[in-house]
């Protein structure tokens, strides 16, 4: 049988998207999600944590949107103080520093302890950056040190790390988004476990304002909510 974690990804980014995941953990099948420490709904969904202490919390740790929490990396942002990377980081000349990359996201990971008094329960990033080869010694030193399972993705799996699933895929997705879904995974992954990414929201203007991906999480989340769990041939896990 599959194990399986939907994992609700963006959990800070507006007030409308932390009231998407939440109701798709009370009335869906998410289990866990990924915060965002420089979310600008960051006090928002700690509230709504706080009501649903259930629902496993990870630091969604980010290099691409917004702004640090630190202000000394120099190498990572622009003219503006945002983070210079994006989610094209791939295709970038950018250069920046590992040793800033590393002391950014240890405040953003001991930020979450603070707030939360206790450590988060995983970790994975914005645009699966973590997951890219320039970035390797970065998330061995920050799995040696908080000793965290990461979402298997890119190079991830080839690292001797904590991992939280067996396999991951990022495909209910844009015109991954479908009802059939989650009925064919059983016969994709037998025997294995799974970590499924999803952005299920709720609209507001700060949403379209912060994200190119929209309209669709009201679709994630609609699909998220009618799913029964009887007529799936899995094991849900957070």
Known sequence: MVELIVNADDFGLSEAVNLGIIDAFQNGIVRSTSLMMNGCALEHALCKSKENRAL???????????KPLLNTGTSLVDSNGDFKLTSRYLEQPAEVELFEIEKEWSAQIETFCTLFEKPPHHLDSHHHIHGWEKLIPVVQHLSDKY????????????????????????????????PNFFKDLPDLFKDFSLEVMCHPAYIDERLRQLSSYVEMREKELAILKELHLDELHYQLKA
């Open 147 to 178: 000793q965290l399972p990461f979402r298997n993705v890119g190079v991830i799996k080839d690292l001797a790390i904590p991992k939280r699933t067996d396999f991951f895929t990022d495909q209910f997705y844009a015109e991954g988004v479908n």
């Open 56 to 66: 496993k919390i990870g630091v969604h740790l980010t290099l691409t949107s917004g």
